[in-house]
């Protein structure tokens, strides 16, 4: 099994950034595939970021450019850099992690881009 813990979300202004941090309760060595996805009220579910064992990172196309995903294999933690956020960004940011072909949520937190 892998546990999932997100932090680092919050209220930002526009323009402004973030970093979210996915600590992993196991080494990310052993996970095919970590990502990002958020959820906006009243939508779906969606990828923002993902990247797994031997490929190149990809993106959701309203984020590339602004995101950035990228791990610490020391600490088993799995982060996302948002910068220029846009009000459109907010949402709940939910990490996902592919394990022995299981997949584990995180719990969630929050990103609500607002003047």
């Known amino acids: 099994q892998v546990q999932l813990v997100e932090s680092g979300g919050g209220l930002v202004q526009p323009g402004g950034s973030l970093r979210l941090s996915c600590a992993a309760s196991r080494s990310i060595f052993s996970i095919n595939s970590m990502g990002w996805y958020r959820q906006a009220p009243g939508k779906q579910r969606e990828l923002v970021a993902r990247m797994s064992s031997g490929d190149s990172p990809n993106y959701a196309d309203s984020v590339k450019g602004r995101f950035t995903i990228s791990r610490d294999n020391a600490e088993n933690t799995v982060y996302l850099q948002m910068n220029s956020l846009k009000p459109e960004d907010t949402a709940v940011y939910y990490c996902?992690?592919?394990?022995?072909?299981?997949?584990?949520w995180g719990q969630g937190t929050q990103v609500t881009v607002s003047s």
């Open positions: 996902k992690a592919v394990y022995r072909s299981r997949q584990y």
